[in-house]
């Protein structure tokens, strides 16, 4: 029905200018894509002959084969003699998202999926496959493809083959491009943490676009962001967030600089459970190392002349500093040998290190406070980039916790005139 409303086949017999059949290969192609993806060699067109296409088309299919297919496939892309590319079916989407748009009363505004799809080619002509990595992290051959949706009900308006070598952070450019060109205005770039930098962005903020995306270290900026809100303010009832999936975040938004920009719309946003579990982890690594040094001081010092016992040992474990600076350094075993008595030489035990030069027994429980306070954040919490469109405008599937939240942060990018909040009715994504 919805190819009958857009006149699939017509545009497509006169944008390709091809015949009838060729046309309707084209709606065949597309059907099975969204239905089943059976494979154009060997199963395709007994799929056709069986189904009520012919019927509804008036489509004599009795010489259907998979070379028909591959005619239509062509139309859409092929190359002249001379190499010159020819790319009917870009026109072809243009044409068709224009008819589109003026039959639906879905608002203006549109996401492209930066999160490159990379589909493994096994074939031998594709000009666009080339060695990368597949979905998997696998090294393939493979083709990319770069998705625009329509912002609210994710109707497809584009589809941008790259080349299967290029990794996201090089297609920016060229994208941003494509889309400048096509004449598509109010799109939101929706991007992985590879993808966010200084650059990306500002290229894509001066073409009047939006990004959306996370920030993994954004430097001196990233870390005041990463404190903008503390743990008892951000997470209250008012900032819960609830996942299509269920799952509970919380998350506030304010307009500050980031990636050198100075206008964003910057988002705070904690995975709860996924924060108390990396604590929990990183309790036990604490509990393990320093049950690993108190063994170690005492194994070094049981036997000296005069020494405390034990539990006084375990409490020196983590000076530093010469012998003779404070009574009851703790030492490793030296000449003498592991256990023995005496006042046997030994090695002063070395000094816990955390990126500042020595610590001292005094100073190691400021610094554990710290790093675990920096972890925090760092683990459980982030920032989001969004673009200047208010938050509480956007569908669920381009809210603010787009992306991978997996105790780690998202980032949003855009202008000051977003909302202050993300509001509880954003409950989605």
């Known amino acids: ?24 290969g084209f709606l065949a192609l597309g059907l099975n894509q969204v239905v089943y993806r059976l494979p154009v060699s060997t199963r395709l067109t007994s799929w056709v002959r069986d189904s009520l296409l012919p019927q509804w088309e008036k489509w004599d299919v009795s010489n259907l084969s998979r070379r028909g297919f591959e005619g239509t496939l062509d139309a859409l892309c092929s190359y002249t003699q001379g190499m010159r590319k020819l790319q009917a079916g870009l026109e072809l989407q243009d044409e068709l998202t224009r008819a589109w748009r003026g039959e639906t009363r879905e608002p203006a505004g549109f996401y492209y999926d930066f999160d490159t799809t990379k589909v493994r080619y096994y074939g031998t002509t594709q000009p666009y496959a080339e060695v990368g990595h597949a979905s998997d992290r696998s090294i393939r051959r493979v083709v990319a493809f770069g ?41 939101t770039l929706v991007m992985d943490r590879g993808m966010v930098s200084a650059e990306n962005i500002a290229r894509v903020r001066k073409a009047g676009y939006h990004q959306i995306g996370m920030v993994r270290d954004g430097g001196d900026d990233w870390w005041e962001a990463l404190g903008h809100w503390d743990e008892e303010a951000l997470q209250r009832p008012e900032n819960l967030v609830v996942r299509p999936s269920g ?34 982890g ?32 375990e409490k020196r474990t983590l000076h530093s500093g010469p012998a003779g600076e404070e009574p009851g350094a703790p030492r490793l075993p030296g000449g003498s040998g592991e ?41 459980g ?10 938050l509480s405008e956007r569908d669920p599937a381009g809210s603010v ?29």
């Open 1 to 24: 029905a919805a190819a009958k409303d857009l006149s699939i086949v017509e545009r497509a017999r006169s944008i390709l200018k091809v015949d009838l059949p060729v046309a309707q």
């Open 147 to 187: 998705l625009v949706t329509s912002r609210v009900h994710h109707h497809p308006v584009q589809l941008r083959p790259i080349m299967g070598s290029r990794s996201d952070f090089l297609s920016v450019d060229e994208t941003v491009a494509r889309l400048e060109g096509a004449d598509v205005k109010g799109v």
């Open 247 to 280: 799952e509970r975040l919380y998350a506030q938004a304010w307009t500050g600089a980031l990636l050198g920009q100075r206008q964003l719309r910057l988002a705070l946003v904690v995975d709860p459970e996924e924060k108390e579990l990396e604590r929990l």
């Open 282 to 313: 990183r309790d036990e690594k604490v509990r393990e190392l320093l049950g690993a040094t108190g063994e170690g001081a005492g194994a070094g010092t049981s036997g000296r002349a005069g020494g405390a016992g034990p539990a006084s040992e």
């Open 339 to 379: 256990g023995e008595g005496g006042d046997a030489p030994g090695r002063t035990a070395p000094a816990v290190q955390h990126g500042r030069g020595p610590l001292s027994g005094g100073d190691v429980s400021s610094v554990l406070r710290e790093g675990r306070h920096r972890e925090e954040l760092q683990d």
């Open 381 to 390: 919490q982030g920032s989001a980039l969004a673009g200047p469109d208010p």
């Open 401 to 429: 916790c787009h992306g991978a939240l997996h105790g780690a942060s998202a980032l949003e990018l855009g202008g000051a005139e977003a909302a202050e909040k993300i509001p509880p009715s954003d409950a989605g994504g």
